[in-house]
């Protein structure tokens, strides 16, 4: 069927009796037809078949003709019918349809009940170059769809200079309802807080969860002591565990005792439990050492409070640490051991006794050489603990796991020549350039450049070492070519 059939055709089944049939027939005319069936269209805008309505804005959009599809899609932008003002506004962003009644079409549609029109508002007034309605604009901020929330942020964003935004969102900060408010609060810069304090004040008792974290935000930059104390009240009377869990943590970091007790009713909650435990630890540390073991060997606790409750008591060093968290290696929960790992490790930071160093190189070197996602946070333990060394160097020759060879290769120095394991230590560094792991590799030229950043130069005998790492600036490591290459550098210039 030629062209002119297919218009003729169309033409004819725009006044079918069946709506279907009209609305195909209207959309044909979309894809085919030319300028001069506009007519027929408009008069299709006017169908009382929503169908139909939805189908001429739609050819009217194909067409390109913004002055007739101007006239036509206004109207239809506000049908009654969702998929016509759909249609309509998708049309007009497309055919880039400008003026004051565009403007004021897209801005009633952003309180539209339907969020892809909101969504087409949006890009519509972005596409304008204009705000629109100000008021729903801000008020799209606390919109539950992230798509339209996001898209009302950008417009705001990008409007933020213009007087009647500006003052829109200080009033949508200072009593707007919920995430809307929450969001201005985020987008004003910090000089608006003075301005905003009272309101702030008032916001730490707001229904809105969000609302009380995003005012507890600001308020921590103000340094007058009402702001604190505000803060530390709001702490205990919070029932929100994520909020709880921002005021324990802040508060924490700046040493206030007010603390302590929020953060012992709050140590065993899944959610708020860590935050309390590190806050507990750092504000209160004799309050803190008899809740921390409590929680920490409660097994009905919830994992996440146990593991920062066995991380605090490794950082606070008492006389029974090593011996409360050895257990915890062997816990039946993973991010239990993983907490009892890292309390270990401060402990090794802050200088174990002479009785406990044997011990906790034993346990950690075991985990170590048990590999898993806990191989690194093993060998971050074992830093500096020297007693773990024979077994690291065997873990290092021997070990089955690329992982665990990479993990124990990097616990080596190699730049200390009095050590009477170094040359050996060396050697290693040198086998395992040839390793298939690139973990392994890659480690064996960080060991490497250790040894020449103290001796520069390579062990004697090992030039065979010096063609390898030349090879390995052709590696598809990435990161392995650029440490070959900054070693080979490096000799060069020694």
């Known amino acids: 069927m030629g062209a002119d059939h297919q218009i003729a055709f169309f033409l004819r089944e725009s006044a079918a009796p069946d709506p279907e049939r009209r609305a195909a027939a209207v959309k044909g005319l979309g894809r085919t037809g030319g300028a001069g069936y506009v007519r027929v269209l408009t008069e299709a805008a006017r169908d009382p078949a929503s169908t139909v309505r939805a189908a001429a804005a739609l050819a009217l959009g194909r067409l390109g003709d913004p002055e007739a599809g101007g006239e036509v899609l206004l109207p239809l932008m506000e ?14 962003i497309r055919l880039g349809l400008e003026g004051a009644a565009v403007t004021q079409a897209f801005a009633r549609l952003l309180s539209d009940p339907d969020r892809h029109l909101r969504i087409n508002a949006l890009d519509g007034l972005g596409a304008l170059g204009q705000a629109g309605d100000v008021t729903a604009l801000a008020g799209l901020l606390g919109d539950p769809d992230r798509t339209v929330w996001g898209r009302a942020l950008s417009l705001v964003q990008r409007f933020r200079d213009d007087p009647a935004v500006r003052a829109e969102v200080i009033r949508t900060a200072r009593q ?51 702001a604190r104390d505000a803060l530390a009240a709001a702490l205990r009377t919070e029932r ?79 006389w029974d640490a090593v011996w409360l968290l050895l257990p915890l290696l062997d816990d039946p929960d993973d991010e239990v051991r993983a907490g009892a790992i890292d309390g270990l490790e401060k402990l090794v930071e802050n200088g174990l006794r002479p ?31 020297t007693q773990a060394l024979p077994a690291v160097r065997r873990l290092a020759d021997g070990a089955e796991s690329g992982k665990v060879r990479a993990a124990a290769l990097s616990l080596l120095d190699g730049d200390d020549e009095t050590d009477a394991h170094v040359h050996d230590d060396v050697r290693r560094f040198l086998r395992g350039l040839d390793d298939p792991h690139e973990p392994v590799r890659y480690e064996a030229v960080l060991g490497l450049e250790r040894w020449v950043a103290a001796t520069g130069t390579l062990p004697p005998g090992s030039e065979e070492g010096h063609s390898r790492l030349t090879a390995l600036t052709t590696d598809a490591s990435h990161r392995l070519r650029h440490a070959a290459t900054s070693l080979l550098a490096a000799l060069d210039t020694n």
Do not use: I, K
């Open 240 to 318: 929100d565990p994520e909020v709880a869990a921002y005021l324990l943590r802040r508060l924490g970091d700046l040493g206030d005792e007010r603390v302590t007790a929020p953060a012992v009713r709050w140590l065993r909650d899944p959610d708020a439990g860590a935050s309390a435990a590190r806050a507990l630890a750092e504000t209160a540390p004799a309050t803190a050492a008899a809740h921390l073991r409590t929680v920490m060997a409660d097994r009905t606790v919830h994992p996440r409070p146990r593991s920062a409750a066995a991380t605090a008591v490794g950082a606070g060093g008492g």
């Open 176 to 226: 707007g309802p919920g995430a809307a408010r929450a969001r201005a609060l985020d987008l004003l810069p910090d000089h608006c807080t003075e301005q905003l304090l009272e309101s702030l004040l008032a916001g730490l008792s707001d229904p809105s969860a969000d609302v009380r974290t995003a005012v507890a935000r600001r308020l921590f930059d103000v340094a007058r002591p009402e």
């Open 79 to 92: 049908d009654a019918d969702p998929r016509v003002r759909r249609r309509a506004s998708v049309a007009a």
């Open 355 to 385: 009785w406990e160093r044997r011990p906790v190189a034993r346990a950690l070197v075991a985990h170590l050489a048990a590999g898993g996602q806990h191989t690194w946070r093993a060998r971050n333990a074992l830093d500096g603990l």
